[in-house]
Every structure is written in C-alpha cells, then in structure tokens.
C-alpha cells in the first residue's frame, strides 16, 4: 500500500443485505463480502432480516478483513448505509459501525446509499458525468450531476420496478426477477398492459394490477410476463431519453440490481445509438447492494472531509440522493 493511501470499511445493510466492502483511495475494491437474507416465504420482513444482519456480521467482517489482508487498526475510517432503507436494517448497520469508530477511534462516514451506487458505478465502469438510471427493487429514479449534486430528473410515483416485477414473479408462483424476464423469452403474443409516463416520472402499481388482472383472466403467463417487462422498460427507456435530451450528455450510466436486465440493457442502448450516447452498465458484483459501494463513496467523502460524529449519525429511511452534497466529482 502506498503512503498516504486511505483504507475505508463499509457497511451496507439497507433491505435484505448485509454486506462488508473495503476499498482504498487509490480506487482499489480490497474486499466485498456479501450477505442476503432470503425470506421463507412472501418479501423481506424488516425485522427478521435486522436480525438476519446482526447473525451474520462478524463472520462477514472477519471474511472482509482476511480478503483485503488488513488488520482494523490500518483501517481510517468507518462508512455504513444511512439511507434510504428499512428502519430495522439500517439500525443494525449503524449500530456496528458506530463501535467500531468509537472503539477503534476512527472517523465515521454517513454515505447515502442510492449515491454510493452511483459513484460505484462511476469508478468501476469509467464513465465521468452520466445521466443515471438507478433501478432496484426498492429504488427507480432518473438523476445527472449538476450544481454540486445528483439531481433527480424523474422517479417512481409509487413503487419501484424491481419491486413490481418481483412482486408479479413472487405471487405468479414463478420466482422474482430475473424469472419473469426469461419467462418473457417463452411468451407467444403480447399483453397489452398500462403505460404511465407522466412527464419524467413513472407509475408502475396500476401495471402490476393489470398483469395479475389478466392472469386472472386466462391470459398464459409466459405472454403477460413478456407485456409487464416490455412495458417497464420501454417506460424506463422513454424517460432516461428525455434527461439524455435535456442534459445533452453522452454517457448513460445504469445501476442497481434491476442493471442486470439483458432485455433493459438491449433497449437503452438502441436508443443510446440514435443519441449519439453510450450505456455503461455496472458488473453483476456492484449491481445490487453490496458492501464495496458504501466502502468507495465512504472513502470519497473522506478524502472530502466529510465525516460525522456519532451523535449526528441518526438514520435517515427515507433520505434522497439530492440531499447530499457531492464535493468530490470532477
């Protein structure tokens, strides 16, 4: 390691996740190691996978550590998910990391968690000033750097699309995402479902109505599972070619689990080609939560000297990424 090389360790424990990521200022990811509670049954339950995070945090800190062959007195600093998040999960996280600064008597960094998939996204694709397109299960929202912070251009007005497309995989008895997508492959006709854009922002708790209302119909699930993907992501689509139009930039940066989609992918980039632009898409390992993302961004606001005390280290469940200032892009 260098001299002068800053060693953060990250905790991500907003949903279903637990996750340890050490990453160092010279760009390097040392370790990301990698939790996920899996409900018997039906989505996460907050308080279960709370205490799903708190059985499995020391053996994934331990796993972190080894793999980055570091000990926790070279680590400079503490970085965990303060928002958005389940209440439950995001206490356990903070909980860990606030004793861990305090017992080691290293800083401690508050990194919000939609922007730490972007700034991820950023450092392991290369890409400088994209607009995203940030979809998860929990998340879906269009934002670009400007002013000294990620505005949002356009969002959900409900639900989350990889929310709706696992809740339709989950009670259609086929699995969440990407089941749905590859069960598209096999559909003969297409469905045709809802369609909400209401100017930059979009709706899909209507569409998901629909696809179960023609389930209940009749309708083969192979054909509706092809009309609810289709429709997601031509919504998705359309409003990420509005902010590209707006913003007049040329990178596309899409991030997120739902960042995983061949079929979204495909789709941007047909339209990223007659805009002159270029998809970057985040590697399956930093798709969904992970540890590594909160490591990257906590060293980045670090090195920007932005660190909390542990009194001022509240969760914040419903934090936005416009809430944070973002001192380090360049």
């Not at 080691?104 to 991820?120: M, Q, R, Y």
Request: net charge neutral.
């Amino acid at each position: 390691m260098k001299e002068g090389t800053k060693i953060v360790l990250g905790i991500e424990s907003t949903a279903h996740t637990f996750g340890v990521g050490i990453a160092s200022s010279d760009g390097r990811i040392l370790a990301n190691e990698n939790r996920v509670y899996r409900p018997s049954k039906g989505g996460i339950h907050p308080r279960e996978a709370a205490q799903h995070h708190t059985r499995v945090a020391p053996e994934a800190l331990r796993a972190g550590l080894l793999k980055a062959g570091i000990s926790l007195d070279e680590l400079d600093g503490i970085a965990f998910s303060v928002g958005p998040g389940l209440g439950p999960c995001l206490r356990t996280g903070a909980t860990i990391a606030r004793t861990l600064a305090l017992s080691l008597g290293k800083p401690l960094i508050a990194v919000n968690h939609g922007v730490a998939h972007i700034e991820i996204g950023r450092l392991v694709t290369g890409c400088k000033d994209p607009v995203v397109l940030y979809v998860a299960g929990g998340n879906t929202l269009i934002a670009a750097f400007n002013a000294g912070r990620y505005r949002i251009f356009g969002e959900t007005l409900d639900i989350a699309a990889g929310n709706c497309l696992d809740t339709f995989g989950i009670k259609a008895g086929i699995g969440p995402m990407p089941m749905p997508e590859l069960m598209a492959e096999r559909a003969k006709s297409f469905i045709q479902l809802p369609y909400t854009v209401k100017g930059m922002d979009v709706s899909f708790s209507g569409l998901l109505t629909a696809a179960f209302l023609k389930l209940k119909q009749g309708a083969a699930l192979e054909d509706v599972c092809y009309g609810l993907t289709e429709t997601v992501y031509s919504m998705l689509t359309e409003v990420t070619e509005r902010a590209v139009a707006y913003t007049t930039k040329n990178e596309i940066l899409v991030v997120g689990g739902l960042a995983r989609s061949k079929r979204l992918k495909s789709m941007l980039d047909t339209m990223a080609m007659e805009r002159g632009a270029k998809v970057y898409t985040i590697p399956d390992e930093y798709a969904g939560d992970n540890g590594a993302m909160i490591a990257w961004n906590g060293v980045l606001q670090l090195m920007s000297g932005m660190v909390v005390d542990v009194e001022d280290s509240r969760i914040k469940p419903r934090m936005r990424i416009d809430e944070i200032e973002v001192r380090w892009f360049r």
